[in-house]
């Protein structure tokens, strides 16, 4: 069965530093996102992205986050100048349509020190 | 973004009872409500969806129910196994929106 994978599944990092977060999406399909999850919170969306540009964004997604789909197969999340704050899960997920379920991958836990 | 909403924190049921997960909407133009599954440290997965055209929509042991004069949704869980025990998302979208918009989950405990 056709999943979504991501690397890595857990990254260390200084505040400060900048991170990529990758994922490979489905490979039919259209429509790809970045969620995270703080811990014991809820599943936060980050951004969609569709046509290679990004479709929707929300408030936390500022201009320390970047998104890239640089070869047509990997869809990555970068952070600029970690904060503590950003420590989560964070989820890539892909879907087909508008009308189906997006899958979800195994998610990246990222811990800011 | 609290268009979403599942004001049940936590429920627990006894394995072989009814779990009956509710969610309620704000937003008129969500047209595809789904349920997802996540258990600690995994991704959210897949479990049942229903489009705005259908007031019911049945998978084995999961129902999901949506009333929209209501605004409302619900997942129904039977029998209850173990296994069972995950935090559940409601999820919805509208057509021209490409996002999940989530609820903040709920935990069922499925005691033995």
């Known amino acids: 069965e056709p999943e979504v994978t991501q690397t890595p599944s857990h990254q260390v990092t200084q505040m400060g530093q900048e991170v990529i977060l990758r994922c490979v999406p489905i490979s039919n399909h259209l429509y790809f996102y970045w969620y995270r999850q703080i811990l014991g919170q809820k599943v936060e969306f980050l951004v969609s992205f569709y046509n290679n540009e990004i479709s929707e964004k929300s408030e936390i997604f500022d201009d320390q986050f970047s998104v890239e789909r640089p070869d047509g197969s990997n869809f990555t999340l970068k952070i600029r100048s970690t904060k503590l704050e950003d420590s989560a899960m964070y989820f890539c997920?892909?879907?087909?349509?508008?009308?189906?379920?997006?899958?979800f991958g195994q998610g990246t836990r990222l811990t800011v020190v | 973004d609290q268009q979403v909403k599942q004001n049940s924190p936590s429920l627990s049921v006894q394995e072989g009872r009814i779990s009956i997960l509710n969610c309620d909407y704000t937003n008129s133009m969500f047209d595809y409500f789904l349920w997802y599954k996540k258990y600690p440290a995994e991704g959210p997965t897949f479990l049942i969806s229903i489009s705005s055209i259908k007031d019911k929509n049945e998978d084995g042991r999961f129902t999901v129910f949506l009333n929209k004069s209501a605004k409302h949704l619900s997942l129904h869980i039977v029998p209850s196994q173990p296994g069972d025990s995950a935090v559940y998302f409601c999820?919805?979208?509208?057509?021209?929106?490409?996002?999940?918009?989530f609820g903040a989950g709920t935990t069922v405990t499925v005691r033995a």
């Open positions: 999820a919805a979208s509208a057509l021209n929106d490409y996002k999940l918009s």
């Open positions: 997920a892909s879907r087909e349509g508008g009308y189906t379920e997006a899958f």
